[in-house]
């Protein structure tokens, strides 16, 4: 079946880089993308990545694909406390569950000033 | 601009009294998501509408109904809540089914608790 796994925790200082990662099993995924959940809140879409790429860069967040090993990263430059958060990983596949989200547990991002 | 908007933020009812959680979106989306957020645990997909087309997630206990009356609203009916169903429901919409780059925007959900 379809997992995705992420770390918990994760917490670094302001100005520091963090990066966040994930691994999914489902080797037809075609999209995974990162959101972002701000407390009380709902889902906000930070980026996504096509599974025929391996890096995409939008300002200061960086998204690594490493299909083989099925492990994605979101690395997040010059870290505000802004950023602090709860950052979920998500996958789909364009045929298996008709498009719908898989979605890891969430990483809860701390940054410390 | 709030493009996915849910009513109310916060909801409290009783046990086994039935609730409706309210969702709309500017966006003319076909496609409109219920899922199911527990405290620090991933969303859950309820079920979806593809236009008028209703999708039920196999394990979507039969408690959980959902109607979508025109394309910009979409509600979410608990017929008998029970204590385990304290959560945050979050709506979410998407152009198409398919994910291709059609990602899904989420409105801020609506915290339900259960006295």
């Known amino acids: 079946g379809e997992d995705v796994e992420q770390s918990l925790f994760l917490s670094v200082r302001e100005g520091d880089s963090s990066v966040i990662n994930c691994t999914y099993t489902?080797?037809?995924?075609?999209?995974l993308y990162w959101y972002k959940q701000e407390p009380g809140a709902g889902l906000q879409l930070l980026t996504y990545?096509?599974?025929?790429?391996d890096m995409k860069q939008d300002q200061r967040l960086t998204v690594l694909l490493n299909k083989k090993d099925k492990h994605l990263s979101l690395r997040i430059a010059d870290t505000q406390t802004g950023d602090s958060a709860i950052y979920f990983c998500?996958?789909?596949?364009?045929?298996?569950?008709?498009?719908?989200?898989?979605f890891g547990k969430g990483t809860k991002l701390s940054v410390k000033p | 601009d709030a493009m996915v908007i849910q009513n109310p933020r916060y909801q409290v009812t009783q046990f086994g009294k039935p609730v409706t959680l309210s969702c709309s979106q500017t966006?003319?989306?076909?496609?409109m998501y219920w899922y199911q957020q527990k405290s620090s645990q991933a969303p859950k997909l309820l079920f979806h509408?593809?236009?008028?087309?209703?999708?039920n997630e196999a394990d979507t206990p039969d408690n959980f109904q959902s109607r979508r009356p025109n394309t910009s609203f979409c509600f979410l009916d608990i017929r008998s809540p029970g204590l385990g169903d304290a959560a945050m429901y979050l709506c979410?919409?998407?152009?198409?089914?398919?994910?291709?780059?059609?990602?899904?925007?989420f409105g801020d959900g609506t915290r339900l608790s259960i006295l």
């Open positions: 966006l003319n989306h076909n496609v």
């Open positions: 979410a919409t998407s152009r198409d089914r398919a994910a291709v780059n059609q990602p899904q925007h």
């Open positions: 489902d080797s037809s995924s075609t999209y």
């Open positions: 509408y593809y236009d008028k087309d209703f999708n």
């Open positions: 990545i096509f599974s025929n790429m």
């Open positions: 998500a996958e789909s596949n364009y045929g298996g569950s008709q498009g719908n989200l898989i």
